[in-house]
């Protein structure tokens, strides 16, 4: 994915931060962090694909066993739930500005699940 320099243009990726296989669609997502983006890319062409969310400051990206993807967003202090074809998504954690209170994050940047798909955040700050 890439290789042509760092850059906005669909064939250029700006600070990827995180990628995963998605084996259904036999792509990689990935998390174009310096283009606020994530993006898909077919690993049988090599070529960009789409664009599946903008203006999210997206450290990691998780996949569900349903195909949700689960994305850390720094910049609003909060980790949501995207449903395949969904740019709105819903908060699972945070969401409520950049604080200490149980209810909030600061900063959140590593996920992963447990065996039950119970999720778990590293909050930076």
């Not at 998390?31 to 090599?46: A, Y």
Request: with cysteine; aromatic share 8%.
């Amino acid at each position: 994915a890439g290789g042509h320099g760092q850059g906005d243009r669909t064939d250029q990726l700006n600070n990827p931060t995180d990628v995963l296989v998605d084996k259904d669609t036999d792509s990689l997502i990935i998390s174009d962090m310096g283009n606020r983006r994530i993006v898909r890319w077919s690993c049988r062409t090599r070529t960009y694909e789409e664009t599946l969310l903008n203006d999210v400051d997206c450290t990691q990206i998780l996949m569900d066993n349903q195909r949700c993807l689960y994305v850390s967003d720094v910049g609003e202090h909060e980790v949501r739930r995207y449903r395949m074809g969904e740019t709105d998504g819903t908060v699972v954690a945070g969401g409520h500005g950049s604080g200490f209170n149980h209810n909030q994050l600061r900063f959140p940047t590593y996920l992963c699940f447990d065996r039950d798909e119970s999720i778990f955040i590293a909050d930076t700050y």
